[in-house]
């Protein structure tokens, strides 16, 4: 923690805080503890809204740059993926909100083909106004740092809908008129010849007032036109949501590869987890490619088997036997947005759907999304020291950590004992490791003694 005059002098250097808005902080800190100084000023900066708590911390922390990118203030980071990290920024002048997603450094040509092409992809998909889908305003390049500039999209993402503790899957109604919006986005875009090529549970907003918002609208052909599988830090779960031909060869994605994406995001929010769930990239691919999840009716209970028969015309892997368009889509899930229908489909199951509680979300080893500030020392104040008790955590994409084996001990001949779990594949390295360096050691010293017999 640094003394109040080292954190004074960090909020001055950062040019986040007015002289004036800074005086005034100062003024109102009164006589308190130097340990406790800093902090305090924080939270009267963060009370007097010159300070986010995002920006707080950070300063906290020493760090005195990083807060304005290209004209835009970073206000607080709204997510991280595959591609980048997304922060909420307000533009210096106008004071406008956007979404900004800095892509990762990359080689300088790499980067300048990837704006080139997402200059071509932006300009079609400035074409689709549309109030579903989230546009994307500009690309820049600041000292070095590519980003994207976007429209900032409240609400939370349909991953953090289902996935968030007191989430959990949504019920066939909510569900259908959802994706209706979902849909009526994706048909503006297809119908200029755009295709998502990402749609995934992460890229599909949830507005505060239920409405549906698709994100990175043309980033996936902008950033790579040959393969998904060869795009940098691809993250494993959005191969969760990819087509089989998509896997073979992206350049073969078209409409109805998106519908084969709408099929498994489906999946994924009725079901809470994706249709292949576990799994390393080849396993993934090869489930995508060659195999049938387990049927939706019976991972989720309450969901009706004709609706799951639209799920599994969608998921079909050959593209003609899917839906072949938004349009025949649409007529489909529409017919399920009426409680009341979903009700009389399903009639004696009707009692065990309505008594259905969804299942409490678990985190997956894959496309796990943690919360937390990872650029950020565990030993600094929490948000909630800040004075902010709902701490708006950002979601993290991680890529997924290997399963670790563990040993069992059978019991013992007399069964005294249960059988136990002891220590993991780490334990019995070290024991090996040190044996090694024991054998090692013993074996150089007997040559030596056997060499001094020779030469005396
Ligand atoms: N325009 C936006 N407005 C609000 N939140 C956004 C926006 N773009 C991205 N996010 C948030 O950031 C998260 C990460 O986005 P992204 O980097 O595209 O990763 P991915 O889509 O692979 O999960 C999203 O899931 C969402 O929660
Ligand atoms: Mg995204």
Redesign the pocket.
């Known amino acids: 923690m640094p003394t109040l005059d080292e954190f004074v002098a960090n909020v001055a250097k950062s040019g986040l805080v007015t002289r004036d808005d800074l005086e005034r902080g100062r003024e109102r800190l009164g006589s308190t503890s130097p340990e406790g100084a800093p902090l305090q000023l924080a939270k009267l900066l963060i009370g007097q809204n010159s300070l986010t708590t995002y920006q707080a911390r950070k300063l906290l922390s020493g760090a005195t740059k990083g807060f304005f990118l290209g004209g835009f203030k970073i206000l607080r980071p709204?997510?991280?993926?595959?591609?980048?990290?997304?922060y909420l920024a307000e533009a210096e002048g106008d004071k406008r909100r956007v979404?900004i997603?800095v892509l990762p450094p990359k080689k300088a040509a790499e980067e300048d083909r990837a704006v080139q092409r997402f200059r071509r992809e932006m300009d079609l998909s400035r074409r689709v106004n549309h109030p579903n889908i989230?546009r994307t305003l500009d690309v820049g390049e600041a000292g070095g740092v590519y980003f994207m500039i976007?429209?900032?999209?409240p609400g939370?993402?349909l991953?953090?809908l289902v996935k968030r503790e007191g989430g959990g899957p949504l019920r066939v109604p909510d569900t259908a008129k959802f994706f209706l919006k979902v849909l009526d986005g994706l048909e503006a875009a297809h119908s200029i010849g755009l295709i998502h090529r990402d749609i995934?549970p992460?890229?599909i907003?949830v507005t505060p007032e239920g409405d549906a918002r698709i994100?990175?609208m043309g980033l996936a052909k902008a950033m790579n036109e040959a393969s998904i599988l060869t795009r940098p830090n691809v993250?494993v779960g959005?191969l969760d949501y990819a087509s089989p031909e998509q896997l073979g060869d992206a350049a073969r994605a078209n409409e109805r590869s998106d519908l084969y994406s709408v099929g498994c995001t489906l999946y994924f929010t009725l079901a809470g987890r994706p249709p292949f769930e576990g799994g390393d990239i080849v396993n993934k691919i090869y489930k995508q490619r060659m195999e049938d999840p387990e049927p939706l009716e019976s991972v989720a209970k309450g969901v009706p088997s004709s609706f799951a028969a639209i799920v599994r015309k969608l998921m079909a892997k050959n593209p003609n036997d899917r839906y072949q368009s938004v349009a025949e889509l649409r007529i489909d899930i529409a017919r399920w947005t009426d409680p009341a229908t979903v009700r009389a489909i399903l009639g004696a199951q009707a009692d065990a759907a309505r008594a259905f509680r969804p299942p409490p979300p678990s985190l997956d080893d894959e496309d796990l999304r943690f919360l937390a500030d990872d650029d950020l020392s565990p030993s600094l104040p929490s948000l909630r020291d800040l004075g902010d008790p709902t701490p708006e955590a950002?979601?993290v994409?991680k890529l997924p950590t290997v399963p670790r084996p563990v040993l069992v001990v059978e019991p013992s001949s007399r069964g005294v004992h249960p059988p136990a779990q002891v220590g993991g594949p780490d334990e019995d390295n070290r024991w090996l490791i040190q044996f090694s360096i024991i054998a090692v050691v013993l074996g150089v010293v007997s040559i030596l003694i056997i060499s001094l017999i020779q030469a005396s």
């Open positions: 709204l997510g991280e993926g595959g591609m980048g990290k997304v979404a997603k989230a976007m429209e900032y999209i939370q993402s991953y953090e995934k992460s890229n907003m994100l990175d993250v959005t950002p979601p994409h």
